[in-house]
């Protein structure tokens, strides 16, 4: 294969820091992260509104000096993101589509198909609105892409499931974290498989049937 030029620019998708729509991405290559992504019409524009205006205060300073995001920004941006963004997707606004099960099905299938050949999923969980994932991205992947194939072909199919047209299924973008180490990492994998415990949807992790954490009663 060809070589890179040495003067190209490092490709941001990869490794280093930008910002698409509202919210800040950091990359590293072979990282790891925790991802969001949700229905369309799930936050509605008062609530994104007041949700833009705190995510701001985190980083504000980083978007300005056109810089990476510190780890302590990171982790100001995840507690905010819990604290506020996911505590209002678990109430159930919008259409919950995820709620019905071929739909939540044909999503949970998707996200675990290429498992071990364009990611190495480690914990994942699909919501009535939302869906958590903890995953790595193989060397030939970058994250964008694994969230593009995955929201691209569930949201097509989705659609024609519900027989919607000429309606987005997904929000266009998602919420990701880079994990900065295994405490890190732990905390967001029992975020992720605890997440309908909390939102008060089942008594233990095992029981939701659409989460990496699931085991059928024999």
């Known amino acids: 294969m060809p070589r890179p030029f040495l003067n190209a620019k490092p490709d941001r998708l990869v490794s280093g820091f930008h910002a698409r729509g509202t919210l800040p991405h950091l990359k590293r290559e072979g990282g790891t992260y925790f991802v969001t992504f949700r229905l369309a019409g799930t936050l509605p524009g008062p609530v994104l509104v007041r949700l833009k205006a705190e995510r701001e205060n985190i980083v504000q300073q980083a978007f300005a000096a056109k810089r990476p995001l510190t780890w302590h920004e990171q982790e100001e941006l995840f507690r905010w993101y819990s604290a506020r963004v996911d505590k209002y997707l678990d109430a159930g ?65 989705a659609n024609a499931l519900l027989q919607r047209t000429g309606k987005p299924f997904w929000q266009a973008e998602s919420f990701d974290h880079l994990i900065r180490d295994e405490t890190d990492w732990h905390r967001c994998c029992r975020y992720t498989v605890m997440n309908p415990v909390d939102a008060g949807f089942c008594r233990c992790p095992e029981d939701w049937e659409w989460s990496s954490a699931h085991r059928p009663v024999k």
């Open 93 to 157: 606004p919008g259409d919950c589509w995820l709620r019905q099960p071929a739909i939540a099905r044909l999503v949970a299938d998707a996200l675990v198909f290429h498992q071990g050949s364009r990611f190495e999923l480690q914990a994942w969980c699909v919501m009535p609105n939302h869906v958590h994932a903890v995953l790595r991205p193989q060397p030939d992947w970058t994250l964008s892409r694994v969230l593009k194939g995955w929201k691209g072909f569930t949201g097509k199919k």
